[in-house]
């Protein structure tokens, strides 16, 4: 018995991946990626993806026609976003958004710091806005670092990174409850830390976005 659930799952496993790869779900429009993912497909790619703020926003899609009105709103999150930080890596990721800060946008950390610079603050200044003017979210604040250093001294200043960047945007007016803060340390690098220059990139914050239950009980009833 134990065999043959087995071979289910490893089939089921098999044809999600095949239906609803990630590449397909960062190049669909935003009624694609709202409405072509149900809870289930969404949940299963999700923990294959870990915990990141790419499986979780994969994770969290509502889907259907709801997920497809999230999706429409978020759209538009995503285009305000890209305009008031044009050096910032806005991703359109399920039904929800992925911000990446690096040196380009100015949201970045020195080495042993988790002070915020004033051009940090001026840019988060400008995403603030934007967060006040889509209220109905969740924000998902992850905070990284390069691999200079111990690893649990690493894991602890990543989390005062991220924190440093809550206690900002909730200073400018961003509801305290909104916010979801994880620490990764220096395990999840975007970039080359034999580098300096890469080393640099990598002590930074990363944000996600997704519909709260308010968002979604409104689109629900929108789409009923």
Do not use: W
């Not at 970045?108 to 003017?133: C, M, Q, R, S, Y």
């Not at 969740?138 to 200079?148: A, P, V």
């Amino acid at each position: 018995m134990k065999k043959s659930t087995s071979i289910l799952l490893a089939i089921a496993l098999m044809f999600s991946l095949t239906f609803v790869s990630c590449d397909a779900i960062n190049n669909a429009n935003s009624t694609q990626k709202g409405a072509g993912i149900g809870v289930a497909g969404g949940a299963l790619i999700g923990g294959l993806i870990g915990g990141n703020i790419t499986g979780a926003l994969i994770g969290a899609a509502v889907g259907g026609a709801a997920g497809g009105i999230i999706g429409n709103s978020m759209d538009k999150q995503a285009d305000k976003i890209e305009e008031v930080l044009p050096g910032a890596e806005v991703k359109r990721v399920g039904e929800g958004i992925q911000v990446i800060f690096d040196d380009k946008s100015g949201v970045t950390f020195a080495t042993n710091k988790a002070d915020l610079t004033d051009t940090a603050e001026k840019n988060l200044d400008a995403i603030a806005e934007v967060f006040l003017e889509f209220p109905d979210t969740n924000l998902l604040i992850e905070g990284h670092t390069d691999d200079t250093g111990n690893a649990d001294y690493n894991m602890t200043l990543s989390k005062k990174r991220a924190q440093s960047v809550v206690s900002y945007l909730e200073s400018k007016g961003v509801a305290g409850n909104r916010f979801d803060v994880t620490a990764y340390g220096e395990t999840r690098p975007r970039f080359d830390n034999s580098t300096s220059d890469g080393r640099s990139k990598n002590r930074r914050v990363e944000i996600g976005v997704s519909a709260n239950e308010d968002m979604i009980e409104d689109a629900k009833a929108q789409a009923n």
